[in-house]
Structures are given as structure tokens and as C-alpha cells.
């Protein structure tokens, strides 16, 4: 019997659950045995990607190329599954060995395949393009390269763009070092097919990831900035994509000497402020340590402002105490000279974020505002604190009204809370 080489366990998992839904040869219940096999496989299988280390080439030849027999197997699980479809029975073995063979296939051997697929009577039966569909499916899944490869000798397969990049998210994902090396060949190759903006955005994701100083290089480099829909909406990207905070801690380092190291970019300066109000939610739901740090250490002092613009409306702070305090800390003078130059034109950040808290707790969000400092500021939260309770309970929200000092906001508060109750009251009619 043929020795396989291990593939990458969540890539057999993927691939099993997309073979299931794109050529139907399994039903629901199937599905769930398939969680009993990832136990063996995982036993069986070594880390990601050690599979394909050590060739000099994203696109060498596996070190065990197919036999015809492996080739003729695979052929025969894809036919029998389109044609048979929920009557057909693919057993388990059968399913691993499909997988562990397709992930050796080379771009010639997949020509074998499809030459093999056309040749076989059965083949006349099915839709056009399903069996195709089928193999690439498989092959996108497991063998990445070697289908990017295929893919560029056939153009006439249908949907081409898709599956093209299709395999090569697939290569980022599973081998993100030798998708990299992948992508600058072909650039230095310069092969069109890379100029997509999307397949670009996702390079420079998941460069970012593993380089973010060669990454912005990249990003601010001629042939990128000669596509700019490839920096379209990257920042943000990239906000979503580096979730870890040592992600994030040097991205921006990377990002500080970036700036230091090149002439004013426009490119730059939007991948930053991209990148920043991004993570401004995200930050708000993490650690309020690691967050706070990071936003002391990397952002100036208009960025921690524009942060703050953005956090503030996040409902589910982990920490809203120390958030509030961290927002007290916040200059009303300074905030409100950086709200009328950016046209932000919102309340200071401590009274959203008081309002917010108040929404999941207005006994603690009431014990802390009682210990702050009397002031335009505290008045202020506090008049939004009681409009935010009077929304869900007004009668509660008139045992809030000893917080504000007698004036023109107390009444302000007072009318608000019988505006509600008098709301109640005719939906109560």
C-alpha cells in the first residue's frame, strides 16, 4: 500500500464537510460520524503545514507522486458520488485515503484526473462542469498550490476568478509563509492574475500576520499603490484579522516606523486611523489592562480621542468602572476642540459610556457617579444617567434625582421622566 503523507487535520475536517455539501453523497446523520474520525486523524496527522516544508518552491512536485491506481480511486469516489449520489456509501477509509491521496496531487496529476474523469462513460451523465466542480472542491482544500497551478492552464473552467482565488485564501490559510512566497513569484513573474484587489487585500492580511514591518513595505510600495483598491478598507481589515493583543501591539510599533522611516503618506496615515477605530470596539470588550495599555503606549493624543469616539458606544464593556474612569481623564476642553475640528459633535465620552453601564446596572453605574467631582461634566452624566434609567424605569429614575444639584437640569430631568411615564401611561390605556 501506498505511504501518504499527513496533511493539516482542520484542512481534512474542512474538506470533508464540503465534499459532503457540494457532490451529496452523505446525509445529515453521516455528517455527525464525522466528528468520531477527527479524534483519529488528529492522532495520526502532525502539525500545520509540515507536510509541504523543505521544497524549494511553493509549486515543487510532492516528494510521493500520485500512482494511476490513486489517481483512478479518486476518479472513482467522485463519479460514483455524482452519479450515485444518497444511494452511494463512502466509508471512512475510503473518505481518509481520498483526502491523504489528494493533498499529494501535482497540477499534472490533477490534468491526469480530469483527463481520466472525461474518459469515463459515466461522466456523459452528469451536468455539465459538476465533476469539475467536485474535484476542485477537494483540491482547493487539500493540494492549494499545486490547484492554483492547474487552474492557470484552464481559464475555460467556469467562474474561473472564484475559484482562483478560492485556492489561494486556501494556501494563505493553511501555509500563510508559503502563500507569501507564492504571491511574490508570481508578481516578480508579473502574472495579471494577482491584480484582483480582494486576492491583494488578502496577501497583505496575512503578510501583516507574519511581517507587519515587510508588510507595510509592501502595502506603500509602487505596485501596490498603483492599485489602490488594493488599501481599500485595509485597515479595517486587518482590525478584524489581528485580534491578539501582541498582534495588534506590533502592528502599531510596525506602523510607528513606518512613519518614521518614510516621507508623509497619505496611504499610511489612512491604514492607521483605519486600523484604529476598528479595534476601538474590540478593545472596549477586552481586558481593560491590555487595552489601556496598548492606547497609553501607541496612540497620540488625537487618536486616543477619536478611540474614544468610537468605544464609547459599545454596550458590553467588560470593565465599565474602569472604563468610565479612564474616559474622566479625558480634557473637556481638549475633547471639545477635537469634536468641533473633526465634526465628531458628540458628548463627551464619559456620558455615553455612564449611559451604557446604566442599561446593565444603574444601582453601581449610581454608587460610582455619587464619588465624582461636582462640575459641568458630572451634571451633565448625570442628566443623561437619569434619562437612561426613566427609558426602562421612570419611578426608579426619580430616586436618581437627589444626584443632580438643583437648576436648570434637574428640571430638564424632571419633565423627561414624566414625558415617559405619561408615555407608559397612554400605551397602559
Known sequence: MPRFNPV???I???VFVAVALSIGIFQHSRLIRLSGETAFLERQLPSPGSARRGRESPLAEPSIPASQDEIDFIREQLISGLTRSLDYRLTPENRRKMLLIAARFSAREMEALLLSLHSDPRHADLPAGKAIEAMLEIFSGTAPAATLEFLQAHR???HWDGKFSGAFYSLLRTDPSQGIRWFEEQEALGNPDIQNPELRRSFLLRFAGIDPDKMLT????PAFASNPDSLSRLGNSLAATLNQPSERQQFLTALRRAAHSNSPSPQLDKIRSDFISGIAR????ASFDDAQMLVESEFSPDEKLAFAAHMRHSPDFIDPEKWAAWSLKIDPAAWGEWSQRTKARANHPAI?????????DDAAAAKWLEDIPAGDLKTSMTREFISTVAEFNPDKAISYLALIPEGESKVDSIRRINEVREFYSRGAR
Request: proline share 0%; glycine share 0%; aromatic share 4%.
Open 8 to 10: 493539516n487535520t482542520q
Open 352 to 360: 455615553r459610556i455612564l449611559s451604557n453601564w446604566a442599561r446593565r
Open 282 to 285: 474590540e478593545l472596549a470588550v
Open 156 to 158: 475555460e473552467i467556469a
Open 218 to 221: 509592501r502595502a506603500l510600495s
Open 12 to 14: 481534512i475536517i474542512a
